[in-house]
């Protein structure tokens, strides 16, 4: 039987099948990303948001934007909540500082960050600017992240940028040495970074991340639970040879970045400085040795010391810098960042500041050690001091600064102001020299696996050492250490020192008007009048309510100004009238004025609120007999 003959010829789809075929999948996506928007799953990347309800009208860098470069860290680094408005004003003078660890201020606080004391140098020499200084400094970041950031931070209209950024081009997140490293493609990063702004990625990553999870005997997360820390658990492919090609994808990654950071910048017209790197090269060996021929970074090392010893200086310190530059454990920037951070200023036209050689030239010998540096790269107090001066001088040079008039003042006046005024105190010296313990009381620093005895050894002997403790512990968080310490020397009658403790708080926080009533309070309990109304009329420049109204009256009325006091004692009535003291006080401005009709007034309103205050009552019964 014959077989019918099959229609071999090939089907032709019209072109609107293939269209639908192709918009399926898309439509798929786009439906499911929104519904996982509207339903809040994952992250929200935006760079800057408002996340505390006491500043509804300030952005900060958002707190959560580090899960977005690391991969597999439990600890994540935080950011820095350094607040600025969201509507700039026409006073403002706004500046964005892009960076690492040191940038950020680690070990310290904020408040010794070199951002915080250029922030308020600047304040200080042009007192009718409002000085806005963000800090973005993250720890165990790169130029990867920076990049990232910098068109939020475009968005912003910054007056200036600032840029310190290299040491962690090889550890840093995604960098190619990383524990967090996703390959060595430029390309493939940037899209990973981009692709984590959208939830349907962050749905199939943390799917295949939960499923790897499953075939592995490890959680795949890295934690400090084996007393590792953040240094440590950065690492991936520890060892780095001195121009391997590992060693040529750091360099490259750092120069691609940064170029495509000046670029984008330099498209929006604003104005840049750059830093070249510090680190500790002349009293921190190097962390690994590899032979090379004849020389290794340990021999260098040796060899430079040996020169030292001689009085041979710049033998000795080139030598140094060739051994730092062999350590191939790379957490100290090779001499090549610094060479690209100085030709790239000069390709793309903005201005660079050799932090380097300033180190060297305010050091012993014009060599870089511990007497600026407190680890292998990140400047003590001095040194950030030194970081913020050469940044206030260069935007002078430049004609970077503000266009309101400078303050009178002579430079040497303004200079001791700022350095009484620095919001740091003991306690905050005591934090930071518990975090230089921990991390340099294990590896690199010791062999790995080593016990921390730095930390072992340290028996707290005060209330002090007890707070910084819980600190860095994290039991508790920075300012209640601070209020902690303002209530004890309070309580030991010590009221001086109560009051620097919270005013570290009130620079930290120049906006939270409960720092400021803190120690209004704590002045006006022991009657130091002119020292609160210093802290009152700053309160009542960006918060004026019932508080500050009723203590300027109460003020005004001991230093027997009645009119002024009456004044301000009705203002604080018209935010409130339930305060039974404002009408006390009130009644007796008035009486004091002759005004007994009113003061009458007053005290009756006094004793409706408190009917059992006896000094009112009395002062009730006086104004009746007058009548």
């Not at 036209?349 to 180190?359: A, E, K």
Request: with cysteine; glycine share 4%.
């Amino acid at each position: 039987m014959k077989q019918p003959e099959i229609n071999k010829e090939k089907r032709i789809y019209p072109k609107w099948f293939n269209l639908i075929l192709l918009l399926i999948p898309l439509l798929f996506f786009f439906l499911l990303e929104l519904l996982l928007n509207l339903f809040n799953y994952g992250t929200d990347y935006t760079v800057f948001t408002k996340p505390y309800s006491s500043y509804p009208y300030s952005l900060f860098l958002n707190p959560e934007i580090t899960q977005k470069y690391f991969t597999n860290v439990s600890s994540l680094p935080s950011t820095i909540a350094d607040g600025f408005s969201d509507n700039k004003s026409s006073s403002a003078y706004r500046v964005f500082v892009l960076g690492e660890s040191s940038a950020a201020g680690w070990p310290y606080e904020p408040n010794a960050s070199f951002p915080r004391i250029l922030k308020c140098k600047l304040q200080l020499y042009y007192p009718e600017s409002n000085i806005e200084v963000i800090n973005l400094g993250i720890s165990a970041i790169n130029t990867y992240t920076i990049k990232d950031l910098v068109p939020a931070v475009l968005e912003q209209k910054p007056n200036l940028i600032l840029i310190y950024t290299g040491h962690n081009e090889y550890y840093g997140a995604l960098g190619v040495a990383s524990s967090q490293n996703l390959g060595n493609s430029p390309f493939l990063i940037d899209l990973y970074i981009s692709l984590q702004d959208y939830k349907t990625f962050q749905l199939i990553n943390n799917f295949l991340n939960y499923a790897s999870s499953l075939f592995s005997s490890n959680t795949g997360k890295l934690n400090a639970s084996q007393n590792e820390t953040l240094m440590e658990r950065m690492v991936g492919n520890n060892l780095i040879a001195y121009n391997s090609d590992l060693y040529k994808e750091g360099i490259n990654q750092f120069e691609k970045n940064l170029r495509d950071i000046l670029s984008l910048i330099k498209e929006k017209n604003v104005p840049v400085i750059l830093g070249t790197l510090v680190a500790n090269i002349a009293d921190l060996k190097p962390f690994e040795s590899l032979p090379d021929d004849k020389l290794s970074a340990d021999s260098l090392f040796n060899s430079a010391k040996i020169e030292l010893s001689k009085n041979n200086l710049s033998a000795a310190k080139n030598l140094f810098y060739r051994a730092k530059d062999l350590d191939a454990l790379r957490f100290r920037a090779p001499q090549k960042i610094n060479e690209l951070i100085i030709s790239l200023s000069k390709e793309f036209d903005f201005p660079v500041i050799d932090l380097d050689q300033i180190f060297n030239a305010n050091s012993p010998n014009n060599i870089t050690g511990y007497n600026l540096t407190v680890d292998h790269l990140h400047p003590n107090v001095t040194g950030y001091k030194l970081f913020a001066d050469s940044f206030f001088d260069k935007i002078l040079q430049c004609n970077f600064q503000p266009s309101t008039p400078k303050n009178s003042f002579p430079t040497s006046k303004l200079d001791s102001i700022l350095s009484a005024e620095f919001p740091f105190t003991e306690l905050d010296s005591v934090i930071a020299s518990l975090r230089v313990k921990i991390l340099t009381g294990v590896y690199p620093f010791k062999p790995k696996g080593s016990q921390n005895l730095l930390v072992k050894n340290f028996v707290p002997k005060n209330i002090i050492d007890s707070l910084a403790i819980e600190v860095v512990d994290r039991w508790i968080i920075w300012e209640t250490a601070h209020y902690t310490l303002s209530e004890r020397y309070y309580n030991n009658g010590e009221y001086y020192k109560s009051a620097r403790e919270l005013e570290v708080l009130i620079t930290d926080r120049p906006m939270n008007p409960e720092n400021y009533k803190e120690i209004i309070n704590l002045f006006v309990s022991v009657k130091y009048y002119s020292e609160a109304l210093k802290y009152l009329n700053k309160l009542q420049s960006f918060k004026p309510d019932a508080f500050t109204y009723k203590w300027m009256g109460a003020i005004a009325l001991e230093n027997k100004d009645y009119k002024s006091a009456i004044g301000n004692l009705q203002k604080s009535l018209d935010f409130s009238q339930t305060d039974p003291q404002v009408w006390y006080n009130l009644a007796g401005a008035f009486y004091l004025d002759n005004n007994i009709n009113n003061a009458k007034y007053a005290i009756k309103r006094c004793l409706d609120l408190d009917p059992r205050n006896k000094a009112a009552y009395s002062f009730f019964q006086q104004l009746n007999s007058l009548q």
